[in-house]
Nanobody
Framework: QVQLVESGGGLVQAGGSLRLSCAASGRTFNRYNMGWFRQAPGKEREFVAA????????YYAVTVKGRFTISRDNAKNTVYLQMNSLKPEDTAVYYCVAGAASNAVSYQRDEYDYWGQGTQVTVSS
């Protein structure tokens, strides 16, 4: 079992930055691919970014590529999402996810076995 706890959400003006953190329990953090999804009101949950268990590969949704950066610190059991140049359309609840390293590093929800409770990000115009 892996428990994920997100932090770092909040209210920011358009053009600003936030850094989300996700702390994972357990001793096997480096056996999991990690990622972020988000869900805006009235919309489906969508993929944001993912990173492989080693940190050697990362992937981004087209809508955030060039603005967001995913990273991880396996010694701290933590994954981060640095969000720059935020836009009002980035407003959503952001969820941290973990999937077994044997799974693909993917944009697909089914590849991730564990989900955090989410943290709210609100970008004002």
């Amino acid at each position: 079992q892996v428990q994920l706890v997100e932090s770092g959400g909040g209210l920011v003006q358009a053009g600003g930055s936030l850094r989300l953190s996700c702390a994972a329990s357990g001793r096997t953090f480096n056996r999991y691919n990690m990622g972020w999804f988000r869900q805006a009101p009235g919309k489906e949950r969508e993929f944001v970014a993912a990173i492989s268990w080693s940190g050697g590969s990362s992937y981004y949704a087209v809508t955030v590529k060039g603005r967001f950066t995913i990273s991880r610190d396996n010694a701290k059991n933590t994954v981060y999402l640095q969000m720059n140049s935020l836009k009002p359309e980035d407003t959503a609840v952001y969820y941290c996810v973990a999937g077994a390293a044997s799974n693909a590093v993917s944009y697909q929800r089914d590849e991730y076995d564990y989900w955090g409770q989410g943290t709210q990000v609100t970008v004002s115009s």
